[in-house]
């Protein structure tokens, strides 16, 4: 999670929630699966299964049997709609 962006006044959890929502959308609407270890490499944080099940709860991201992670349409749309600028 980059350090330099704003934060605005949220939550660091909201923070991260987008960090993750922005990491598993892509423009080119190429979504691919991640696993919670590599999102938690990624985003360089160990909060991430908390965050997974926040999103999960919203239903902002879905999860396969064997435990991968990919974006539902509505949170694919809403990135492409207002893209990873959000701050």
Do not use: K
């Amino acid at each position: 999670m980059p350090d330099q962006q704003p934060t605005d006044g949220l939550h660091p959890l909201d923070v991260l929630e987008r960090e993750l929502l922005y990491t598993l959308t892509s423009p080119d609407d190429n979504q691919p699966l991640w696993s919670l270890d590599d999102l938690a490499r990624e985003l360089e944080c160990s909060e991430v299964s908390v965050t997974v099940r926040a999103l999960h709860r919203a239903g902002l991201i879905n999860r396969t049997t064997d435990g991968y992670i990919f974006a539902t349409r509505s949170a694919i749309r809403m990135i492409q709609l207002v893209g990873h600028g959000i701050i």
